[in-house]
């Protein structure tokens, strides 16, 4: 579709690029070693690359390419409850501590985000709310909490650009929230010797040292799907009674918390059926879905919307990297408990904490797919970022602002 100055790309189309999009980075991560050492997710490669293209041609011709996205959150949701299912009521009991761990943190990390932002703000003389704007309100909550927050910002704090500035502060982080992840856990990794446990079948992701040997039928694939969409159903329905009951929660959280009780309800119930939990069709299925979300969101970032706000804004983003970074190394790490499955939940974590949960996913699954499963941090990190953190982060920017 055409218009005066642009170009919307429809969604059947737009997900066909994402398919190239995805095929683009993963080849560029087979031939460029550096990208691989560093964990950088394959569609995150792509993504970028993509991105740039489309700033070229809006910084050469003029043309504003946008894209159709609705088949891409619909990826999401999929993801998501491949996670639930291939989740074990062992890996949730073993999770009952590092969650409350990770919680805690994540809570302590939101005030430290504002305090950062609050603090470069003043430095650049800027006025405070761009501070939590560029802080919790547009990194660890996204584009959403971004969206949702500028226009009382921009009504009651004197910021009238607030909405481009939130949506300019979620965009970056996005990006450094693909780049941070996978060399926290190479530094970690390599620093502590750390390494997977064997493969039992794969959270998420099919390592590089099986991908190829593996053997998968259309009545695998076929069986995931089925299983995935009966989960999905479940999660819908129990997504309106919630929402009915006055809590709004997003769609992908109900289907991943159903998925998890049909994982662990279902073998019990039906023995005898097979259930495609934690086979190499699900990861194959869950994989195409997360690297093709996140290869439709980069490659879909209008660059050019936040070229006006580029100085003060990449100052304060730097400083939260570093700060990120530093809080991972220095006290998410050690409080996680040092070990390997830390190690992937700090590079979750840096997806999470400066973009949004499928970043945090991709890096953590960019590092088990070479180094082995880490089922316990696939679990506790979405229920955190996607459950938890909303709620908590509302009341912090509230704070914040009234202070």
Same mark, same amino acid.
């Given at each position: 579709m055409d218009s005066d100055n642009g170009v919307l790309v429809p969604a059947f189309v737009a997900y066909t690029i994402g398919i190239v999009v995805y095929f683009i980075g993963m080849n560029l991560n087979r031939r460029i070693r550096v990208l691989r050492a560093y964990n950088i997710p394959e569609p995150v490669t792509g993504g970028l690359l993509a991105a740039l293209a489309v700033f070229g041609l809006y910084a050469v011709f003029g043309v504003e390419v946008s894209f159709d996205l609705a088949t891409r959150d619909r990826l999401l949701v999929y993801f998501f409850t491949a996670i639930g299912l291939n989740a074990r009521l062992s890996d949730l009991i073993a999770g009952g501590r590092p969650l409350g761990i990770l919680l805690g943190l994540t809570v302590l990390f939101i005030v430290l985000q504002n305090v950062v932002g609050i603090g470069a703000a003043t430095l650049l003389? @800027?006025?405070a709310p761009i501070g939590i704007l560029v802080g919790s309100a547009s990194l660890i909550g996204g584009h959403g909490t971004a969206i949702a927050w500028a226009p009382a910002i921009a009504a009651e704090h004197g910021v009238p650009n607030a909405m481009e500035i939130g949506i300019a502060a979620a965009t970056l982080g996005l990006v450094l929230a693909s780049l941070i992840g996978g060399p926290i856990a190479k530094y970690l990794l390599s620093r502590h010797a750390l390494s997977g446990p064997p493969e039992d079948g794969p959270v998420v992701g099919i390592s590089h040292q099986r991908e190829a040997t593996e053997q998968i039928n259309h009545v695998s694939i076929m069986s995931v799907l089925l299983t995935l969409h009966v989960s999905i159903i479940l999660g819908y329905l129990a997504n309106?009674?919630?929402?009915s009951a006055g809590l709004k929660l997003p769609l992908f959280v109900s289907c991943l918390l159903a998925a998890i009780v049909l994982s662990n309800v279902g073998p019990v119930l039906m023995p005898r059926?097979?259930?495609? +939990?934690?086979?190499? !069709?699900? &990861?194959?299925? /869950?994989?195409? /879905? *997360?690297?093709?979300?996140? &290869? +439709?969101?980069? +490659?879909?970032m209008q660059l050019w919307t936040i070229a006006g706000l580029a100085g003060p804004l990449l100052a304060i983003l &730097? *400083?939260? &990297?570093? !700060?990120a970074a530093a809080f991972i190394l220095m006290i998410l790490f050690p409080l996680m408990g040092r070990d390997y499955q830390a190690a992937v939940l700090s590079a979750g974590f840096g997806g999470f904490? *400066?973009?949004a949960t499928p970043t945090a996913i991709a890096n953590m699954t960019a590092v088990t797919k070479t180094h082995g499963p880490a089922p316990t941090a696939f679990i506790i990190l979405? @229920?955190? /970022?996607?459950?938890?953190?909303d709620i908590t982060n509302a009341f912090v920017i509230q704070t914040a602002l009234a202070w």
């Open positions: 003389d @800027l006025p309106q009674a919630i929402e059926v097979h259930w495609p +939990m934690r086979t190499r !069709a699900l &990861a194959i299925v /869950s994989d195409f /879905s *997360l690297g093709l979300f996140l &290869a +439709m969101s980069l +490659m879909s &730097a *400083l939260q &990297a570093l !700060a904490a *400066l973009g979405p @229920l955190v /970022s996607a459950f938890f953190v």
